[in-house]
């Protein structure tokens, strides 16, 4: 019952993991200091980041987020901040275009609720310059048990269900992939469809559905790759059920990573780096894998 009230509470948010996306940033460096004062400036940056913020400076940070998990996941991590001098308002939307003016225009100093190839496209068409602060968490496909209970009973004739839109379908056939089912044509990536299948470890057929649609056919099929929410819709737990699933490390956990997301500028400013390292830290990793039954991934760059 547990597991099926998590499922159903988080369906609707996590399907805009789906349809939300999220970007990087990178920096550059100086010539380097001597090695005490490396040392030196190493430990008061330290020092720093675990003082609370002093009086009279900005300490508090507005964000915007969806509801579940991100806003959830926010209310855990203002605990801490708030140890820390800080004070998180949160400020949860419905929407997926909201969060993102409200941060373009200043009102508020950053969301969550995105993937970087939702923030890259709101970006373009909007003409914004909204940057990734932090990846914080992924939100995993995995192939589950159909017919068969292991990967160790494919045999040919098989059928595997994946979904058939552009997105879930490319993350799908990487992940089968990924674990030696398939090959794909060089550089078909997250762009990737059946006709990108360059070869099959065996004589299988890859069956398409609407994403919603691939739960319903479970055990009429060998093998389904689902998206997180529509496997916990369906009572499946990624961690316990899943026969495999999207590490953090493959192209498609790091692509749509869920991210921080404020103005360019912003990222390097005292408080941006205290809300992703907050998000970051071990106590909020606890929380994600306690909370989530493996739906959502604390993402480890």
Known sequence: MK????????????????????????????????????????????????????????????????PVPH???????????????????ITVFEDYVQPNEVVYSGEMDANYFQH??????????????????GGIHYEPFGIYPGTKKTLDEIADGDVIAVPNDTTNEARALLLLQDNGIITLKEGAGLTATVNDIASKAYDIKIQELEAAQVPHVIDEVSYAVMNGNYALEAGFSAAKDALAYEKSDSEAAVTYVNVIAVKDGNQDSAKIKALVDVLKSDEIVKFINDTYDGAVVPFAE
């Open 3 to 66: 597991k099926k009230a998590l499922a159903a509470v988080l369906t609707l948010a996590l399907a805009a993991g789906v349809m939300a996306g999220c970007g990087s940033t990178g920096s550059s460096g100086s010539s380097a200091p001597a090695a005490e004062e490396t040392q030196d400036a190493a430990a008061e940056e330290s020092q720093e980041a675990q003082e609370p913020a002093a009086a009279g400076e900005d300490n508090v940070i507005t964000i915007a987020a969806t």
């Open 71 to 89: 806003a959830q996941i926010l209310e855990e991590a203002k605990k801490i901040l708030a140890e820390q001098g800080y004070d998180l308002k």
């Open 116 to 133: 970087i190839p939702y923030l890259d496209s709101y970006n373009e068409e909007h003409g914004y310059d909204l940057v990734n602060a």
